[in-house]
């Protein structure tokens, strides 16, 4: 009887010995699989941050063939990382001095989210928009999917109307655009400028300033600017602000006079110091 009860104990101690170490086994098998798992993650999310601190703001797109895979396919049905590439050209062409910040970096399986911000200054022309000298600022999010580490496919969101209002395409409420008859009182105060080709950096940075500021005035609809370099390279600009009505422009020179003396900054002599000339004047639209 001993020996039948010490058999029973002998095999159960046995069945556990099995159970416990096909446990810590498969125990062992999911950390390892979880391990892979993250450093796979971790391994992408490094690819991203390559793409936007290496590759895009060093402007080195040789580097794109380490980050995106043969398998990757462009708006255009083109393959590889050249397809990846052609739709930063032209954005880096526009703006030559763009730098991305990442705002955000997520990893999931194989995707990799990023929010990212840019700033650069419009010096080319962009979509058919000419050159404005102004500094624009801008944000989305890109979801990359991956493939034995490397992007295989992108979804890419921009803020495109935010873009257009800091190009000055369009005014900061675009409600202003849905009826030309809500402003039968509007003016338009347009300059022109001649710039010595030595004083053009520091004309466009201030012109980027009051371009800016302007918009948040009240009665403010829009505005536009217009250059041309002439042969000695000099420019002519020509800028145009759109107001509501005469009150409403009147009380917005009065606010930027007021801001130009919180600044410290004399914008008569910008204009004396900089051999600048100027042509302004107030002009309301002719009836069709």
């Not at 062992?28 to 290496?54: F, G, P, W």
């Not at 008859?181 to 509007?186: A, E, F, G, P, Q």
């Not at 009240?218 to 370099?229: E, K, L, Q, S």
Request: proline content about 3%.
């Amino acid at each position: 009887m001993r020996s039948v009860q010490a058999g029973a104990n002998l095999l159960l101690a046995l069945l556990l010995a099995a159970g416990v170490s096909n446990a810590q086994q498969n125990n062992n098998n999911n950390n390892k699989n979880k391990e892979v798992k993250m450093s796979t993650i971790q391994s992408n999310k490094e690819v991203a941050r390559r793409l936007y601190e290496q590759c895009l703001n060093q402007q080195n797109l040789q580097l794109l063939p380490d980050l995106v895979s043969d398998d990757f396919t462009g708006a255009q049905g083109k393959k590889g990382a050249a397809a990846f590439g052609e739709t930063l050209v032209p954005l880096i062409n526009a703006f030559p001095d763009i730098q991305y910040t990442i705002e955000d970096l997520v990893g999931e399986d194989d995707k990799v989210v990023v929010r990212w911000k840019w700033q650069g200054t419009h010096t080319g022309t962009f979509a058919g928009f000419a050159p404005t000298g102004r500094i624009v600022t801008n944000e989305g999010v890109g979801v990359f999917n991956f493939k034995d580490g490397k992007i295989v496919s992108a979804a890419v969101q921009t803020d495109r109307l935010g873009f257009l209002q800091a190009l000055g395409v369009l005014p900061a409420n675009p409600a202003s655009l849905s009826n030309g008859s809500t402003h039968k009182d509007k003016v338009s105060f347009i300059d022109k400028f001649f710039i010595p080709a030595a004083a053009k950096k520091e004309f466009y940075d201030r012109m980027s300033i009051n371009r800016d500021f302007i918009k948040k005035l009240p009665g403010f609809i829009t505005d536009a600017a217009y250059v041309h370099t002439d042969d000695n390279g000099n420019l002519i600009c020509i800028t145009v602000a759109q107001w509501e009505n005469k009150e409403a422009m009147n009380k917005a020179r009065e606010t930027v006079q007021a801001e130009y003396k919180k600044q410290g900054f004399d914008m008569a002599e910008m204009v004396k110091r900089l051999n600048i000339t100027v042509d302004r004047g107030i002009y309301t639209e002719l009836d069709h």
